[in-house]
């Protein structure tokens, strides 16, 4: 381990971090901590439930006692950059060579994404929901930017798109980007979360709580777009919004290390800090204190998605939430009422098929020294945590985590949302249960974030922290390797009490790239 000097120790105390903590994290670069250890997929009828519509009638009926209890709120990270979305444009802009349509084909045929994707966005230009802004950002005006794309000009459309004097669209975040087009004008995500929350977050005082989070230089045009946007969208669905931002934490930043393991330096000597991932909102979500909390990224969002045959979904899943919560409630009394003696042996059996059939939850096996009352106080330490109700949408092989049962350190199997870095490539039979997964997580959850009493849990207390992942990256021409602390709902989630729920398909409609917004989900407002 390596010694401080007074200047590292001072941009600790800036970040809020101890020298203990780097010390830490160091250590894990030292000794990474074990792939997860897969079992199996989870699957319908093991470890995904499929709603009957005796369930769905019960999850509506809790979703409407906790929304006329106030309890409902949804949270939205939303700091990701655009960039990712104009990658394959951003390529032939910084380029900035002209290029042929017959050329650009034949490149595409050959296998060239990022052609292919260009020839796309060129021919639907007229189709994107910027597309008057677009246009009326190229030299000469709308007409100038039509010509351009009638011709196959690229570089003055890609140049009224990415050019940090025009609309400068790969440097905003996603939240900001007009997604979706309607007869009343365009919308962002930011604005299609507000309408989702007004559909299925406004509680019984017609108050619809959201929570963002943001990175700091963009949060002020957030503000400015939520005054812009609200009041209309609030008198349309006759809500009130209580919408707060937030940013990742500084203290959850952390440190990197060189090929070498050594502490990673910038040029002047200083320690180098980098954000430690969607893992780090999980303070973020503690700081919150919500109760019932729905949570999904900023950019799934879609004009069908708020057809009412979707939106109930939503509610099914904070509904069945919240009937779970209160199931476990009960029979986390009816054991503790024992008081030190032997529980009821019929309530034990009914905690045990609960923890069982409900809640995924390995039944542990009665016996060793304290018998039942051991099992019954294993029990209702399990039914006395956070716990998330996740939809999962069948897997048509998109690239991302899944559902699946892992064997823990102590030898426990749990449900897990498990993602690709945390499986061992080099295990062709952990590499061949990954391939397998008939489920694909689409960020989709709802989260119960309170103890029997009402208080809001200590959601750090139930954070896995070994399940990091380290990334190799570069910096000034340099290599590195990066440090992302355990992912939002992976491993800092890792000890809730975990439900998956198979959703449909049409619930999940992310724009990864740009061209994504001319699929037929992403034009429904037209």
């Not at 100038?144 to 669209?169: K, Q, Y």
């Not at 009412?308 to 939430?321: D, M, Q, S, T």
């Not at 991302?400 to 426990?412: A, L, M, N, Y």
Request: hydrophobic content about 40%; overall charge negative; proline content about 6%.
């Amino acid at each position: 381990m390596p010694e401080f000097t007074e200047q590292d120790l001072r941009a600790f105390e800036e970040h809020g971090v101890s020298a203990e903590e780097v010390r830490r994290q160091i250590d894990l670069f030292l000794h990474p901590p074990p792939f997860a250890d897969l079992v199996r997929p989870c699957t319908p009828g093991d470890g995904i439930r499929i709603l009957r519509d005796d369930e769905k009638a019960s999850a509506l009926e809790a979703y409407e006692e906790a929304r006329a209890a106030n309890r409902l709120s949804k949270m939205v990270p939303a700091s990701g950059a655009a960039s990712r979305m104009f990658q394959s444009l951003l390529r032939y802009y910084r380029a900035g060579e002209k290029i042929d349509r017959k050329t650009c084909e034949e490149a595409a045929a050959a296998g060239d994404e990022a052609a292919g994707e260009l020839i796309r966005f060129i021919d639907g230009v007229s189709r994107f929901p910027f597309h008057e802004m677009l246009t009326g950002s190229v030299d000469g005006g709308r007409a100038g930017g039509e010509e351009a794309a009638r011709r196959f000009d690229v570089l003055p459309l890609l140049t009224a798109l990415l050019a940090p004097d025009r609309l400068d669209s790969a440097s905003l975040p996603k939240g900001l980007i007009p997604f979706h087009a309607y007869e009343d004008g365009v919308r962002t995500p930011f604005e299609e979360h507000l309408v989702e929350g007004a559909l299925y977050g406004a509680n019984g005082n017609r108050s619809c709580a959201i929570h963002f989070t943001v990175s700091p230089e963009h949060r002020e045009r957030f503000t400015e777009l939520l005054a812009r946007a609200a009041p209309a969208i609030g008198k349309r669905f006759a809500v009130s919004f209580d919408v707060g931002f937030s940013e990742q934490k500084k203290s959850t930043d952390t440190v990197a290390v060189d090929p070498e393991n050594n502490l990673f330096r910038n040029d002047d000597g200083s320690v180098l800090f980098r954000p430690g991932g969607h893992g780090a909102l999980i303070e973020n979500l503690n700081d919150l204190e919500g109760d019932i909390v729905l949570i999904k990224n900023i950019d799934n969002v879609s004009p069908g998605q708020l057809d009412e045959h979707l939106v109930v979904w939503k509610k099914y899943l904070a509904g069945h939430a919240a009937r779970l919560q209160k199931e476990m409630f009960r029979h986390r009394a009816a054991l503790a009422d024992a008081a030190g003696g032997e529980p009821d042996g019929a309530a034990l059996e009914e905690a045990l098929r609960f923890a069982r059939d409900e809640l995924n939850i390995a039944a542990p096996e009665e016996g060793g020294d304290g018998g039942a009352r051991s099992l019954a106080e294993r029990l209702i330490e399990r039914f006395d945590r956070p716990l998330r109700v996740c939809g999962m949408v069948v897997n048509t092989g998109a690239p991302g985590g899944g559902p699946f049962w892992v064997r823990g350190s102590d030898g426990s199997v749990t449900a897990q949302i498990v993602e690709s870095a945390h499986v061992d490539s080099g295990s062709p039979d952990q590499e061949a249960i990954f391939a397998s997964a008939t489920h694909f997580n689409p960020v989709d959850l709802a989260c119960a974030v309170r103890d029997h009493e009402g208080k809001p849990y200590d959601l750090t207390r139930f954070v896995d922290e070994n399940a990091v992942f380290i990334s190799h990256k570069s910096k000034d021409g340099r290599a590195l390797k990066a440090l992302e602390r355990p992912g939002l709902w992976n491993g800092a989630m890792a000890h809730w009490n975990t439900v998956f729920i198979e959703v449909p398909a049409e619930t999940f409609t992310p724009v990864k790239r740009v061209t994504d917004l001319l699929d037929d989900v992403h034009q429904k407002g037209r």
